[in-house]
């Protein structure tokens, strides 16, 4: 872990920057494997299976049967909980149904907005050794109550050919019946052209590895819209002398272990807090399994002291952290000074963990500093907020004017002329000031 | 005008599909005029200026003498037309404010979304002829409702090193004082990256050419987000046989005289309102100013009869179009039963102009098909939806055990780790499960 102390602002650039990910090595191989699915449908993506995955399938499609036994193989405990996180996901994400205000910005001109969900989605849940329920939950909850009509999932199958059974439970729970088993580029493939049993999808959800980001970044070029762009998993840790330092690294070290290129930054103001956070993370680092990947991300780690916490806000906004942790005495105070971060957790027992399973808040959420410009999924994500206006003769005689010289304003006769036409036929049919708007 | 008659589903594909853009062919142009101003900043800017819109700058930045030249140049009618056009989109766009709620998702567990404003955001105004200050009121409104602390805008001068006057007028009603003389890509560029005068944003909104579009694609893979990708604009008008020829006719031509890759498409359940139309497009076609351009793109306009009303919307629905104009008996009905377009204009005297303009909702909308995943620009475009999570002993003591079980479920054992250390520490002190959040 690097300690800095006191660092001046012409160095935070340094302190936030993220490591550079550079994918344009993979764009050929990438851009081949999309073209393969794109022409060869069904049959490349299966071939790419066998590739890449070791595996061969006759077919995609995840059968009824497999979601029985699925069921019948995740064990209770873990089911209780699955529905717990669940429910509670689904409870923040109804909050956010819309419901748009009609405005008459002008007597007689109405406008409003109305959430219309995306048709179809598509959800990919990356496969491995860690199979990803949670990140099922989390896509697929919100797809559902914003009302999708099709919510495809793709996830990879073992090299047995079957998903794990937490994965399949979790969708069940979720409501997602269309899943298959594909992985990797061919799956971002199959969901974005389409094949003969996978649907195309108008957005593609869901994590990955370099590869599944830089598919996802091509056909979002033209063919089909995504939730944001990737990077790996990060969390800051704003502290003051009150936190407890076995938390904060409980949490640092929860961070670390997603990956060597995960990012854990902590910003105190505290001296005597960052000796005891190494001291724990000492400790705590020799219990985990994934303890190597873990000192590897920490070679990286960040322990910056600053003066106050006016700096300490600061250089946190600065960093623009996909989590953010905040500990300290007044961290309602600190909360509302948050300008860049994706999901903030406050108080000593909100650790990122219950984000990132069941509090009910979305763990899709913007890394690589993108906090400065996206949203993490949230029921937004799913919809579309079409615009509506409604103008009445009388309407149209009030902005019509202006209209007509804006149009001039910019050349765009045609324009004008839309609006004198009309303005005419009221003049000529000597209609009143009403405001029926069907006449 | 292509006349199309009663089409069967299958026909659909390639009546909605739009011309193939292709930026490919300029990716290297693009790509080189991007690293030089990245790494030239201003003068770069400056030298790019010079070659494509043949203008010599000594310096970027609009000064405060130039935004009160242009305010004395524009004349008075025009400027109560701007006024009151930003009136009604600040009156539609201010009733869009975010006020999300507390939702306690277990007890003690309670979760919240805040809309932050992005700090900075950078709005392109293209030049060229036609000088788009109905765009700048489009974005700045937005933009300063939603309090983005930075608000930068770039646009073209011409040759004399002078913006259009307009243009300053409307940036200035609307609360925008950071102009900067810079074009095309260059000006994408200048704003992704920063230069000595232009600040680096988090957000670049705009239309523009093949170029911008181009600049606006590669600088969102990972430099900057972008408000949508772009494409020619477009409008469906669907009607029945109760609508105005000379209205649906004066509403093709107004989107066909934007370019020869405009797209104006008829969809309606009647022939002789098919007939008439065509009639009054040849009439109304003689008396523009740019007819030949408007001419051109009818080239390619269709005009589909339909057998009813469902097959109308549904064909429109997979059309998917930036404007939807309704122009039937029972259009509130049919609204009802729109699922993909960017901007509905709903009975005789909402012509499309209105929205484009001064109704108050935004002309900022998706086109190409894009309709499909994306909303048009409204305030959320310029906020990010934080989360905020608040958990008491309580609220974890709730949630813990499932968080564990999900953790370990994962093979995350760093993230149980965090919980148990919680756990523990509550089991010692033996704390009750009182539901302050300071405990």
Redesign the interface.
């Known amino acids: 872990m690097i300690q800095i102390d006191y660092p001046g602002r012409e160095q935070w650039p340094d302190i936030v920057r993220r490591p550079v990910?550079d994918t344009e090595h993979l764009t050929e191989a990438v851009r081949d494997i999309l073209r393969q699915v794109r022409e060869g449908g069904d049959r490349a993506v299966m071939d790419c299976e066998a590739r890449f995955d070791k595996v061969s399938l006759s077919s995609l499609a995840v059968t009824e049967d497999e979601m029985q036994e699925a069921e019948r193989c995740v064990d209770e405990?873990?089911k209780?909980?699955?529905r717990?996180?669940r429910?509670?996901i689904e409870?923040?994400h109804a909050?956010?149904r819309f419901e748009g205000?009609r405005?008459e910005?002008?007597p007689g001109?109405t406008?409003w907005?109305k959430a219309?969900p995306?048709?179809r989605v598509g959800l990919y849940i990356p496969g491995g050794?860690?199979?990803?329920?949670?990140t099922v939950l989390m896509l697929a909850v919100p797809a559902r109550i914003a009302g999708c009509a099709e919510i495809v999932l793709c996830t990879p199958p073992g090299r047995d050919g079957r998903v794990h059974p937490?994965v399949l439970f979790a969708a069940r729970v979720a409501g997602v019946s269309r899943i298959f088993k594909a992985g990797g580029v061919q799956a971002i493939g199959a969901m974005a052209y389409g094949t003969e049993s996978v649907p195309k999808v108008?957005?593609i959800f869901g994590p990955g590895n370099q590869y599944v980001t830089a598919a996802k970044?091509q056909v979002s070029?033209?063919d089909?819209?995504i939730d944001m762009?990737a990077g790996p998993s990060e969390v800051a840790v704003l502290a003051d002398e009150t936190a407890?330092a076995?938390?904060v690294a409980?949490?640092l070290?929860?961070q670390?272990?997603?990956g060597v290129d995960s990012q854990a930054m902590l910003i105190t103001t505290s001296e005597s807090l960052r000796r005891a956070v190494v001291d724990e993370v000492g400790r705590?680092l020799q219990?985990?399994?994934?303890r190597e990947i873990?000192a590897k991300s920490l070679e990286h780690s960040k322990l910056v002291c600053v003066a106050d916490m006016d700096e300490a806000i600061g250089l946190t906004n600065a960093y623009a952290p996909e989590h953010l942790i905040i500990q300290t005495a007044d961290y309602a105070q600190v909360?509302a000074r948050?300008?860049?971060?994706?999901?903030?957790?406050?108080?000593?027992?909100?650790?990122?963990?219950?984000?990132?399973?069941?509090?009910?808040?979305?763990h899709t959420l913007?890394t690589n500093g993108?906090?400065?410009?996206?949203?993490?999924v949230?029921l937004?994500s799913f919809?579309?907020?079409?615009?509506?206006?409604?103008?009445?003769?009388q309407?149209?005689r009030r902005?019509g004017?202006?209209?007509q010289?804006?149009?001039s304003?910019?050349?765009?006769?045609?324009?004008?002329?839309?609006?004198t036409?009309?303005l005419q036929?009221l003049a000529a049919e000597g209609s009143p000031a009403g405001d029926n708007?069907?006449d």
Request: aromatic letters at 8%; glycine letters at 6%; a neutral charge.
């Open positions: 990910m405990e873990l209780a909980a699955i717990l996180a429910q509670n409870a923040f909050a956010q205000k405005i910005t002008q001109v406008c907005q219309v995306i048709e050794t860690a199979p990803l329920f949670s937490a108008y957005k970044q070029l033209r089909v819209a762009p407890d076995a938390f409980a949490d070290l929860s670390a272990e997603h705590q219990r985990l399994p994934r873990a909360a948050v300008v860049n971060a994706g999901s903030v957790f406050l108080g000593p027992y909100a650790t990122e963990s219950a984000g990132d399973y069941a509090s009910g808040t979305n913007p993108y906090a400065r410009a996206y949203s993490g949230c937004d919809v579309r907020k079409i615009t509506f206006q409604e103008i009445t003769p309407g149209l902005i004017p202006a209209i010289q804006m149009a304003g910019e050349h765009l006769e045609a324009h004008r002329a839309a609006v036409v009309r036929r708007p069907q």
